[in-house]
C-alpha cells in the first residue's frame, strides 16, 4: 500500500522535478562535452586556455552528479525507500553547498570580468592567435561575430606572434628594426569578397585603417555579452535553487512519512 493524501501528491511531485533534474543534468552533461570539443565559445576568453579545461571537466562532473542526485530522488519517491531518500538528501545538500560557494566566487570576482577579458584577449591576440588552433577559433569566430578587431583595436596586432610569422612581412635586418607593417586576420574584415579584403590585411604602424576593417575593439562588446549571458545564468541558477530547496523539504517529509506507522491516516 502507497502513501496517500498529501503524501501521496508530494511522493508525485518529488518525481516530477526529478525528471526535470535528470533533463538539466544531462543537458549540462552534454554542453560540458560540447565546450570541450567545440573551441569557439566566448566565454572560454575570459580564463587560461588550462583553466578553463579544469572549469568545464569540473561541469561535466556536476552534471554527472546531478544524474545520480536526480536518479535517487526519483526512484527514491516512487518506490517509497528511506534509504535511496536519505542518500538523495545527503547528495542534494553537496550540491546546494557547491552551488553557493560557487555563486559567492562568482560575485566576488564580478568586478574583475572587464580585467579578466581584456588581459585574456590581449594575450591571446598576443602570443596565441596562429600558435594554438583552438585559440585562433575562438579569436576568428568573435571577431567576426561581434564585428569588432583585436582587444581594444585593430593595432594590438602589431607585433603579436600572428604578425612575425606573417611570411609576406618585410625582412628585418637588425634586432632593433620595428616593423614599417603589420598584418591582420581576415576575420577584422568586413568586405565580403577574399580578394578586396587581401588588399586591405595590411596596415601601415602610422595609418589609420582602412574603413573595409573593423576599427572597433572586442573588448566591450566581449564584456556585454558575457555580462547578459551572465543574468540569465543567474535567473537560471535561482529557479534550479528554489526546486532544490523545495526538494530537500519534501524528501524529508517523505523520510519520516514512510517511517511514521500511521503514515496512511494522512
Do not use: H
Request: proline share 3%; hydrophobic share 45%; with cysteine.
Amino acid at each position: 500500500m502507497g502513501l496517500s493524501g498529501c503524501y501521496g501528491l508530494i511522493k508525485y511531485i518529488l518525481v516530477f522535478v526529478n525528471l526535470i533534474f535528470w533533463a538539466l543534468g544531462l543537458t549540462t552533461v552534454v554542453l560540458a562535452i560540447w565546450m570541450l570539443t567545440d573551441s569557439t565559445f566566448l566565454v572560454s576568453v575570459t580564463q587560461e586556455q588550462d583553466n578553463y579545461n579544469a572549469g568545464l571537466y569540473i561541469l561535466l562532473a556536476g552534471g554527472a552528479l546531478m544524474l545520480i542526485v536526480a536518479f535517487l530522488g526519483c526512484c527514491g519517491a516512487f518506490r517509497e525507500s528511506q534509504c535511496m531518500l536519505v542518500g538523495f538528501f545527503s547528495c542534494l545538500l553537496v550540491v546546494v553547498v557547491a552551488q553557493i560557494a560557487a555563486g559567492a566566487w562568482l560575485y566576488n570576482t564580478s568586478d574583475r570580468l572587464e580585467a579578466l577579458v581584456t588581459n585574456s584577449v590581449m594575450n591571446t591576440i598576443k602570443k596565441e592567435y596562429g600558435i594554438i588552433e583552438s585559440r585562433t577559433k575562438t579569436v576568428d569566430a568573435f571577431q567576426s561575430g561581434l564585428q569588432c578587431c583585436g582587444a581594444k583595436g585593430p593595432s594590438d596586432w602589431v607585433g603579436s606572434s600572428f604578425a612575425e610569422k606573417d611570411p609576406t612581412s618585410p625582412i628585418k635586418l637588425t634586432v632593433s628594426a620595428v616593423a614599417t607593417q603589420y598584418p591582420i586576420p581576415r576575420s577584422c574584415c568586413k568586405l565580403g569578397d577574399d580578394t578586396a579584403c587581401e588588399a586591405i590585411l595590411k596596415i601601415n604602424v602610422a595609418d589609420i585603417p582602412n574603413p573595409g576593417i573593423y576599427n572597433e575593439g572586442c573588448i566591450n562588446k566581449l564584456v556585454e555579452v558575457l555580462k547578459s549571458q551572465g543574468c540569465i545564468i543567474l535567473g537560471v541558477t535561482i529557479g534550479i535553487g528554489i526546486l532544490e530547496f523545495l526538494c530537500l523539504i519534501f524528501s524529508l517529509v517523505l523520510c519520516c512519512a514512510i517511517g511514521s506507522p500511521d503514515r496512511y491516516k494522512a
